[in-house]
């Protein structure tokens, strides 16, 4: 497959007889960008049902990791659907489970011995690192941040705290959740530079929430996105991450990295925390794990995932065919895609921040490996968000064969697939560049929904 190739208008006549089924058949409550209707995929590349080719710049939220359909991935899972699809890990024993608790515990942030729990998403896995630190701490309190993402099931939505709309209407949430600002420096929280500053939003956890809200000792865990994903890709400085890390011991409580999305091999590390130097007690993980099969796992140290049969389980979780394609997943991991997120991610975070010279829309670029955002401003001084802008650049996007998503209200997330080439980044700024242009000279191309 080359690309991209735009050949239809878009939506293309098939795209939009199925878009228009879509409408009766399912859920109202997704939230669909741009008309994109896949047929299939290859790599970074995928081909919409109407024969156009566009680049893959998500990644479906930065799950198929190892690219579409990767064949050492599609042979693993093929070759264990053979074996058996199922048999209950939660009742039975089956061996790529374990060999998937081995293999996460070799890889695992903090010192082992570890044990995991299975799952099958994200805020499954949020649930289960959320009910162990009550569970071994005996304490009922959590604390999470501002912007952050963490699942949309009751627990993990107690902690979720980035658009309105994914809350409103779900109250009263889990008792005992409150939340502090995440250090988002490019919009300080408490309005300081993010040079001299030492994680000082930190202080609003122990000068209000432990005075005035909630006692230290009775807080199970802080968990955090050592890099904010759906909040708009926010890159906290180190130091955010290493006093969260200090003032948890303090206390006793336990640190819960969810990882769910900078996760296995995106930021150019295995797991995002580690370039801070932080080990966390709890990771948390799912999307890439197993490149597109449904997965969440939590791994922690063995004497804390220790609670007894009975007290947590999934029917599904660590499903055999998922962890075969998660242990495939693994192995390609390692023998070279997070080196190519880093070097790639560096050459193409380096082409957009070339971009801003030319357009005065881009007020910030950051992230690390290939979780990159871009956040778009009216003005570089008074940084009001520039939300339409962000949308109509996306579909602009979209309509020249790249496709990308938006992260918080103003930014764009780039989490391409870990096998983007240094020639496929190229083109992905080529395109962002025209989509800007086009943007900020007031004439966005048309394309419905
Ligand atoms: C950081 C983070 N945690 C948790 C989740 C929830 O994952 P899932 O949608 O698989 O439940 C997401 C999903 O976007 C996420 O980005």
């Known amino acids: 497959m080359t690309g991209p190739d735009i050949r239809t208008s878009l939506p ?35 081909e919409d049902v109407d024969g156009n080719i566009f680049l893959d710049c998500t990644a479906g939220i930065a799950v198929a990791a190892t690219g579409h359909s990767h064949p ?16 209950s890990g939660t009742d039975f024993y089956y061996e790529p489970q374990v060999q998937l608790g081995e293999a996460l515990s070799a890889i695992a942030p903090m010192p082992g011995p570890h044990r995991t729990f299975f799952g099958n998403s994200g805020t499954e896995a949020n649930e289960a690192a959320l009910k162990l630190a009550k569970y071994h701490t ?10 952050s993402f963490h699942g949309r099931t009751m627990g993990s939505l107690s902690l979720t705290a980035s658009k309105i709309t994914q809350r409103r209407g779900f109250g009263p949430f889990v008792p005992g959740t409150y939340h ?67 003032l948890t011991r303090m206390h006793g409580m336990l640190l ?99 971009l801003m010279d030319k357009h005065a829309l881009i007020g910030d670029v950051r992230g690390r490996g290939l979780m990159i955002g871009v956040e778009l401003v009216r003005d570089r001084q008074t940084k009001e968000r520039a939300t339409t802008e962000r949308d109509a650049v996306v579909r602009e996007a979209f309509s ?30 080529a395109i962002l560049d025209q989509a800007l242009g086009v943007v900020a000279g007031g004439s966005p191309r048309r394309v419905t929904a």
């Not at 997704?30 to 995928?46: C, I, K, N, S």
């Not at 968990?223 to 290493?242: H, K, W």
């Not at 197993?290 to 791994?299: F, Y």
């Open 72 to 87: 050492d991935v599609v042979q693993a899972i093929v070759e264990q659907s053979r074996r058996f699809l199922h048999m």
């Open 12 to 46: 293309g006549p098939r795209a939009r007889a199925i878009i228009e089924r879509d409408a009766r058949a399912v859920s109202t409550s997704y939230t669909r960008d741009y008309p994109f209707v896949m047929a299939r995929g290859e790599g970074a590349l995928v």
């Open 256 to 354: 819960i990295v969810d990882e769910v999305q900078s996760g296995l091999g995106r930021t150019g590390r295995m797991f995002a925390i580690e370039h801070a130097g932080v080990e966390p007690d709890v990771v948390t993980m799912a999307k890439g794990i197993a490149s597109g099969l449904p997965l969440g796992v939590a791994t922690a140290r063995s004497e804390i995932m220790s609670w007894p049969p009975g007290t947590h389980a999934s029917t599904f979780g660590g499903n055999p065919v998922a962890c075969a394609a998660s242990l495939a997943t693994l192995r390609l991991l390692r023998d070279g895609l997070v080196k190519n997120a880093e070097t790639v991610g560096t050459h193409l975070m380096t082409g957009i921040r070339g």
């Open 180 to 246: 502090a600002p995440y250090a988002n420096c490019y919009r300080c929280p408490i309005g300081l530079e993010a040079k001299s500053c030492a994680a000082e939003c930190l202080r609003f956890i122990e000068e209000q929430l432990f005075v005035h809200l909630v006692s230290a000792d009775e807080v199970a865990a802080i968990m955090v996105e050592p890099i904010q994903g759906e909040g708009g890709y926010v890159v906290p400085p180190d130091a955010f991450l290493q006093r969260l890390r200090e």
């Open 138 to 147: 005996k304490r009922h309190n959590i604390i999470a941040f501002l912007g």
């Open 400 to 429: 020249r064969g790249l496709l990308l998503l938006g992260a918080g209200a103003n930014a764009i997330r780039i989490s391409p697939p870990l096998v983007l080439t240094t020639a496929q980044a190229d083109t992905a700024v």
